[in-house]
Structure formats: structure tokens, C-alpha cells
């Protein structure tokens, strides 16, 4: 997979793609923490859209910090040393920029939602 230049630009070296496992994690983890946290984010539409994106682990730079979204590549980079059991203020952060990122059918993108337009 080509990465953005933003991300070629932090040296950043993929190591693998998450595991369908680990992947199921986050999205569930996530979803339940949004969800039992405000009461108009539904849990269904936060696990599909974090499942529909892709995930890989990462050695991120030191300081920089343990996860990054790339809107070019709809594409969430986990840090290698990034507990995906217990989601991270980090990892949370950026996955709600990946549940913003609506996309047409070409995976463009068509727009950034807000948080307040999640129940669908």
C-alpha cells in the first residue's frame, strides 16, 4: 500500500496489518465507549465504520504520539506498543476522525461529520 507524503514525511514503518481479531477489538471497544458516553452515538453505526477501515500496527516516531488517522488513505496507524485490549485517549481520538470520514462509492472523500450527526 502507498502511504501519504504526511506520513512518508514522519519516517513511519509499518510493520503489519492489524489481525481481524484485533481489529474486532477496537471497533467494539470504541464503539462501547462512545456510545455509553453520549447517549446520540449508536453503537452499531461506530463498530461498522471502524471495521470498514483499515488498521495496521506502526513503529511511530517517539513524541509523536501512539495513533494516527490518515484521511488520504482512510487508514488508522496503531503504535507497536499500543495496548489494543484498553483503547488509549491516543487511539480513541483518532478513531473518531475515522468514524467522521464519510466517503462516496469511488472512496472519496465526500465529507467530515460531526459527532453530533452519528445516529444515522
Known sequence: MRF??????FDIDIIKEISPEEHH?????????????FDYVEYGYVYEKLMTAKM???????GITNAIYSYEEDTL???????LE?????LLYECI???????NKKGEIK??????FFRI
Open 97 to 103: 476522525h475515522a468514524i467522521q470520514d464519510i466517503r
Open 111 to 116: 465529507q467530515l461529520r460531526s459527532m453530533l
Open 4 to 9: 501519504s507524503k504526511l506520513i512518508n514525511r
Open 25 to 37: 477489538t477496537v471497533a467494539r471497544n470504541v464503539a462501547k465507549i462512545l456510545s455509553n458516553k
Open 56 to 62: 495496521y500496527i506502526a513503529d511511530l516516531p517517539e
Open 86 to 90: 484498553h483503547v488509549s485517549e491516543d
Open 77 to 83: 496507524l496503531v503504535s507497536m506498543y499500543e495496548d
